[in-house]
């Protein structure tokens, strides 16, 4: 069971300004087909998740925020920089010491999207890029070329790149997210922070070996209840691979907090991989200190 004194850090959670979150999954709403998705879904990814958190008559949605942080014990959490959103100000006048910034970008944006790096990392110190690949639009693979001036622009300002991989839960192709795709990026990039998001399934013991090859690929369990955490990165966090497993949730996007911790008991981690998982791995890649 994990200890309940362990201040968490979450490395993917959501700051909702209004009720309806729907404009978190706009970006890619032009990939899908599929009826179910783009007339019924809340989120695109709905089919797989049960009791999405409801935020309805809540005036305060930051501050409801920080609230569920608290009851959980998570002491900071990674969101996502958007440019010119009130979020950043909220955060940083009232929370500053509560949330720190990865910005997501389309690579699809050229040297546009370097240039918007740049300002978020001099303005408000941006700790990662993220990406999802499936979602960009056009799709960009995970080794296509376009994504090769983010990962410099990552290793020039020494900050992590926060990659989904695996099949998407989005009803949308899944080529560009294939592990084995990381073998070449890790390749060319040795000094690149590599932070796979999302679950790396169906390629998971995949993402196990090639963090066995390279010193600076990660794995976050983002969009996983913890009941559902791939056997293999149970194992690998257990013998090898403790300094290599981050935590993340996926609230409220998906999951809540309380399903998050109330699985998060039945987790086969051994003693000495809690406060990494948790806390001290996160710290380390993101350079919190």
């Known amino acids: 069971m994990r200890p309940r004194d362990i201040p968490v850090i979450d490395t993917m959670l959501g ?86 910034f990865d910005m997501p970008v389309d690579p699809n944006g050229g040297v546009d999207v370097i240039r918007a790096i740049r300002r978020a990392h001099a303005e408000v110190g941006i700790k990662a890029i993220s990406v999802f690949p499936c979602g960009c639009v056009p799709q960009v693979p995970i080794n296509d070329k376009r994504m090769w001036p983010v990962y410099t622009t990552a290793c020039e300002l020494d900050i992590p790149v926060l990659v989904n991989v695996g099949v998407p839960g989005p009803r949308v192709p899944m080529a560009p997210q294939h592990v084995e795709l990381v073998d070449e990026v890790c390749y060319f990039f040795p000094e690149l922070k590599f932070v796979m998001r999302h679950g790396a399934e169906p390629w998971e013991e995949l993402a196990v070996k090639l963090m066995l090859k390279y010193p600076n690929l990660y794995y976050s369990t983002s969009a996983f209840a913890p009941k559902h955490y791939p056997k293999a990165i149970i194992d690998f966090a257990n013998t090898r691979g403790a300094d290599k497993i981050l935590y993340a949730g996926y609230f409220p996007m998906g999951l809540s907090l309380e399903r998050i911790f109330t699985d998060m008991d039945a987790v086969p981690f051994k003693d000495h991989v809690w406060p990494k998982f948790l806390h001290e791995n996160a710290r380390r890649v993101f350079q919190l200190d």
């Open 15 to 100: 700051v909702p300004l209004k009720e309806d979150r729907s404009d978190w999954f706009n970006f890619f709403k032009p990939l899908l087909r599929d009826k179910e998705s783009l007339s019924q879904f809340s989120m695109p990814a709905q089919y797989m998740f049960r009791n999405i958190p409801n935020a309805d008559g809540i005036d305060d949605l930051p501050g409801w925020t920080v609230s569920e942080m608290d009851r959980f014990g998570i002491a900071k959490a990674l969101i996502g920089y958007v440019e010119g959103s009130p979020l950043n100000d909220i955060v940083r006048d009232r929370f500053a010491d509560r949330f720190f």
